[in-house]
């Protein structure tokens, strides 16, 4: 929710011609129009002018208290909460009415005589809702977005909704419709004339590879997914049923707008349809294979429990630690500023792989290159650095090292340059060392009289990317360039993994631990070397920065996942992405020069940022702030992370502890980015803007991250079976041993191949149709990314 709030357009409230029998109920809620993201909202607040909730009793009021509460001038309106305790009904009918001239659409009319009950205008003057009672209710609201002419600019729909909604109130009766009135039968005929049940998949007439049927499967399938809530991921798990409507049954724009704004009935708060139109285009860009789902066998669909964001999705009693088909939520690139998002959508369009590969690289990279010239005050005391630590984790194969490159070539352009002056510079410094020596010598001879010669200085060697590990390695780097190194290796393998030997007394790893988890933070390290002249082998860094990125395989990951990994503290600290393998094809894509160069000159751009120094002289980061909408925004966010922490233990609970700040790491680099890029109305200020999409690209890390930590617990059969299923997914979804033996030169024999299949069945991934002597395998119908990883 951002600071931009208000009443909005306040309509007179007819309170004496709300009837009696709503009266009655201590369901009452006053309401303003907020602005979320940019779109006005209608929020629900207590008398006491706190957030009242949907699902919470305690919150509401009687109508006399919100009648002697209501302010024009603080408040939009009053609303009525539904309940499943109630018989109370609300139909609700958009862009049917022109609030100028009061002309209702004719089929508004048409519902409005099918009801005939208390009907009134809405707030908005573009609508009307109808109050009934009914008998039957059904579990959720609908939404349906009608094919019929506009009269007003509003899209015209039908809304229905018997429990957690609530309705704002107006009084303004329409055409004399004062009473609330038992409608059982008019309330069937009105869900059969917008929701007509479709024939039965099995009915010889009925084509269930029609579109009609399609859809239908589709509103079924989506259905099962819980609605979004605002601030708990919802704008991912509604970029995600945009995703199985468009990519995984392949329907067209009009055909998922109906079936998600049916599902967005669903949500808290609803989405506008400007909103959902948008999720809708920017799933159908999302790369990957169309229409894995549409012509899946349609009863299946009863058999599956599917859901978003980290909670279960049931195929069987036997998945083990993956009753849970993890998905793969895409990356947010649409947060990113646009000079980052671009480069990372062609980067995935050439390689062909995952966007976030090439995500995670970049942020790393401009951390890396803002460097220790800036830091953010989340509040007093409270400064958060500008370092990330990113890892790419994919099988061998999976297009994880093209990306790294593409994103890192910048930086390692800038280290070539870098060497090439250092070498110069040594040159001239050998050349004058010489002299300062011949001069030295004669002026000794001289007697010493006269001005001496003076010594050169010695020349610096300055790094901005390193591969060497150790700390020891790492101190005189850190301390010739106190801006900072991005460490950047194609296999991070190496590091992570010496960290394993955490507990091992033999090696210096556990030494090394401690020195990390500091640079983390940038606080002084020092170094006691036993080599080197003396005034050498003492080292101390008083601000070190490292950014690290790299890449390593999921097995390597998982075995340095051990207790001691994770209790040094080194796994909290990473934000790592495990997309899907895609399949590899010729891309004739390429990464435009343009493209190249802007992500380039934003890199060299940030390089020009300096710091500030201190009364003696010496760099340090020049502080950004939080503006009041920023501020706001993150500490809901931190509201929220501690709330999600407080439920969990061991690894996940620490892992939230870091990501806690994230974000305010991820706003120095979003604000930077754009302060060289497009400008930002003030250098030393983050704003509402950038806040929000370092929130939702931190709420992306929160779900990979537990996604990853599920993934990487999972046996190596388990594993292979996940992959295999993700295979078969994308060869049509079923299989026979014979033909998984043609098509698979690792498979040797029909025979190993049928009994992959029949693990495949055991784990129920699927089940076999057909003979004993002529069957094939067929997977569940879920999505690939849903199936393998």
């Known amino acids: 929710m951002d600071s931009k709030s208000g009443n909005g357009t306040t309509q007179q409230i007819d309170f004496g011609s709300i009837p009696k029998a709503l009266q009655e109920y201590t369901q009452w809620v006053l309401w303003k129009m907020v602005y979320l993201d940019g779109e006005p909202k209608k929020m629900p607040f207590t008398v006491f002018n706190e957030n009242a909730k949907v699902s919470d009793p305690a919150t509401w009021a009687t109508f006399d208290s919100v ?6 001038s603080q408040h939009s309106g009053i609303g009525f909460v539904f309940t499943s305790s109630d018989s109370f009904i609300g139909i609700d009918l958009d862009g049917c009415r022109n609030p100028e001239t009061g002309t209702v659409a004719d089929w508004a009319v048409d519902e409005v005589n099918r009801f005939s009950s ?20 059904l579990p959720k609201g609908r939404k349906k977005i009608l094919r019929v002419p506009k009269i007003v600019a509003k899209t015209p729909a039908v809304e229905i909704y018997w429990q957690g909604r609530f309705f704002a109130t107006t009084g303004q009766v329409y055409k004399q419709h004062r009473h ?16 007509p049940v479709s024939p039965s998949p099995n009915a010889t007439q009925h084509d269930w590879r029609s579109d009609d049927a399609i859809v239908e499967r589709a509103r079924k399938y989506v259905a099962k997914m819980p609605g979004a809530v605002s601030g708990n991921k919802g704008h991912d798990a509604t970029f995600h049923v945009a995703c199985t409507l468009v990519k995984g049954f392949d329907l067209s724009t009009d055909q998922a707008l109906d079936v ?8 808290l708060p609803v989405w506008s349809e400007h909103e959902l139109r948008h999720k809708i285009e920017s ?36 998945r083990a630690s993956a009753d849970t088909l993890d998905e793969f939520i895409p990356f947010p690139l649409d947060e990113l500023p646009e000079v980052l998002a671009t480069f990372c959508r062609e980067v995935s369009a050439s390689v062909g792989c995952d966007a976030s590969f090439a995500a995670l690289t970049v942020l790393a990279v401009c951390a890396s290159a803002i460097g220790t010239t800036r830091q953010v005050c989340l509040k007093r005391n409270w400064f958060a650095p500008c370092v990330l630590w990113t890892v790419l984790i994919g099988e061998s194969g999976s297009q994880k090292s093209p990306p790294f490159r593409m994103a890192m070539k910048t930086m390692n352009a800038r280290q070539a340059d870098d060497i090439l002056g250092f070498n110069k510079e040594m040159a001239a410094y050998n050349a004058e060392s010489q002299n300062y020596t011949r001069e030295a010598k004669l002026f000794k001879n001289a007697g010493g009289d006269g001005k001496p010669p003076q010594a050169p200085a010695k020349p610096t060697r300055r790094r901005c990317v390193m591969s060497d590990s150790t700390i020891e390695a790492l101190a005189p780097i850190l301390q010739d360039n106190p801006r ?7 296999e991070l393998s190496g590091w992570l993994a010496g960290f394993d030997k955490y507990s091992s007394k033999k090696s210096g790893a556990s030494s090394d631990v401690p020195k990390w988890l500091e640079i983390y933070n940038c606080e002084p390290i020092s170094i006691d070397r036993k080599t080197g002249e003396d005034r050498d082998r003492f080292i101390y860094v008083k601000r070190p920065s490292v950014c690290i990125t790299g890449g390593i395989q999921p097995a390597i990951l998982a075995r340095c996942m051990s207790d001691e990994f994770k209790e040094n503290g080194l796994q909290s600290r990473l934000l790592m992405t495990y997309p899907p393998r895609g399949m590899k094809q010729w891309l004739d894509d390429e990464l435009s020069d343009a493209t190249e160069q802007g992500y380039a000159k934003m890199v060299q751009d940030l390089f020009l940022l300096q710091g500030e120094t201190d009364s003696a002289g010496e760099p340090r980061p020049a502080t950004l702030t939080l503006n009041a909408e920023a501020r706001a925004l993150f500490v809901v966010y931190v509201n929220r992370t501690g709330l999600e922490q407080s439920a969990m233990h061991g690894a996940p609970a620490a892992q939230w502890s870091k990501l806690e700040e994230t974000p305010g790491r991820l706003a120095i680099i979003i604000h930077c980015v754009r302060q060289v890029t497009t400008g930002v109305k003030d250098f030393w200020k983050i704003d509402g803007d950038t806040m929000r999409s370092a929130i939702a690209l931190a709420e992306w890390f929160k779900s990979e991250t537990l996604r990853i930590g599920r993934v990487l617990k999972e046996s190596q059969t388990l594993r292979e079976a996940r992959h295999l299923g993700s295979w078969i997914q994308k060869h049509g979804g079923r299989i026979s041993s014979r033909d998984l033996c043609k098509l698979r030169r690792d498979i040797a024999t029909s025979g190993e191949a049928e009994q992959m299949l029949m693990n495949l069945v055991d784990l129920q991934f699927g089940s076999w149709e057909g003979t004993r002597t002529s069957r094939e395998f067929v997977l569940h119908p879920v999505d690939a990314s849903a199936v393998g990883a």
């Open 260 to 267: 998600l704004s049916e599902w967005n009935a669903t949500c």
């Open 484 to 490: 900072g190194v991005l460490m950047g290796r194609d």
């Open 67 to 72: 009648l002697t509460t209501f302010d024009e």
């Open 283 to 318: 799933a159908a860009k999302e790369p990957g294979k169309t229409g894995y789902l549409r012509n899946a066998k349609p009863e299946r669909y009863d058999t599956i429990t599917k859901s978003v964001g980290g909670s279960s999705l049931k195929h069987g009693a036997n």
């Open 180 to 195: 609330i009135e038992q409608r059982e039968s008019e309330l069937q005929a009105f869900l059969i004339t917008h929701w």
């Open 118 to 137: 208390y009907t009134e205008v809405s707030p908005s003057q573009t609508g009307l809702k109808i109050w009934i009672t009914a008998d039957s209710q």
